[in-house]
């Protein structure tokens, strides 16, 4: 029987995993209702996606019974109170990242997950992509020996997008996309919380932060570092140097389609969408959607591969940052 997935959100990203499920067999993932705030909205998605049912609010779709999971599109700052409508509501949920934009605020929504019985998993697609199963696979052989130390960075030109840069909007660079360099390192590291966080950064006139760089200091001697930026472009490449050999994500390290091993390049392609996409790689989430499938199959409340403590930890870890740099959040 198919996953019955709702979309909370009209948006560009509800768009690309709308599509990236188009990827999926349809007896195994089938979009059955779409919410937006506005009617209209909803409408149009529906239309565009083929979808059945369209509502004009969250509580809507919190409350079709024909829907398995809901995954949340919305901006940052509305994920707290989204993900509480629909796990009161006793649905499975899949919430784009950040999951909170605060450690409190991410407990608040575990905690409320455990309390209604339902899955639930922190959208961090990349750790679902294929090439992140083989980093996970090489290290867990030991092919690079010890992890001595761990660098990423993630730079783009990002400051005419309000969501990017708006305080009220959830701006800044780390929850946008240097969440994305502090994965990578805690995958790496298993999940282990850092003994030391070292933050500077370069915040803009509304407060939010432009420019980060973080240095991690893990047990015995291990090390990380991480640059994320939205106002220049970086390379965006990730590295894990071990006592043996280095692997490297050479390009695009949020959504990753190859990898070098000591000098040889390995490409790992992802499907074709089939309609315009609004961001790079957009089909990965494919990955994502199918790990949700895995999980509500074998009646699990969260995934292995991300879990409830991996999204506790990023969150925590956030604060500290955000506090170091003096960012402050309504």
Known sequence: MATRWGICSAGKISHDFTVALKTLPPEEHQVVAVAARKLDDAQNFANKHNISHAYGSYEELSRDPDVDVVYIGVIHPYHLKTCLIFANAKKNILCEKPLAMNSKEVQEILTTAKRNNVFLMEAVWTRFFPVSFEIRRLLAQGEVGD????????????????????????????????????????????????????????????????????????????????????????????????????????????????????????????????????????????????????????????????????????????????????????
């Open 147 to 330: 992890v001595k130390i761990v660098r990423s960075e993630f730079g783009a030109q990002l400051s005419h997008v309000p969501r990017a840069v708006q305080k009220e909007l959830g701006g800044g660079a780390l929850l946008d996309i240097g969440i994305y360099c502090l994965q990578f390192i805690s995958m790496v590291y298993n999940g282990e919380k850092p003994e030391s966080i070292q933050a500077t950064g370069i915040c803009t006139e509304t407060g939010t932060d432009e420019t980060v760089v973080v240095t991690l200091k893990y047990s015995k001697n291990r090390m990380a570092v991480f640059t994320c930026s939205n106002s220049m472009q970086l390379p965006n490449e990730a590295i894990i140097v071990g006592t043996k050999h280095s692997i490297k994500v050479p390009a695009n390290m949020w959504c990753p389609t190859s990898l070098i091993v000591d000098g040889k390049e390995t490409e790992f392609p992802i499907p074709e969408p089939c309609l315009p996409l609004n961001f790079l790689n957009g089909t990965g989430m494919r990955y994502e959607a199918e790990e949700v499938r895995q999980c509500l199959l074998k009646g699990l409340k969260e995934s292995a591969i991300m879990t409830h403590s991996d999204s506790l930890l990023l969150a925590k870890i956030e604060d500290e940052i955000h506090k170091q740099i003096g960012v402050v959040y309504p």
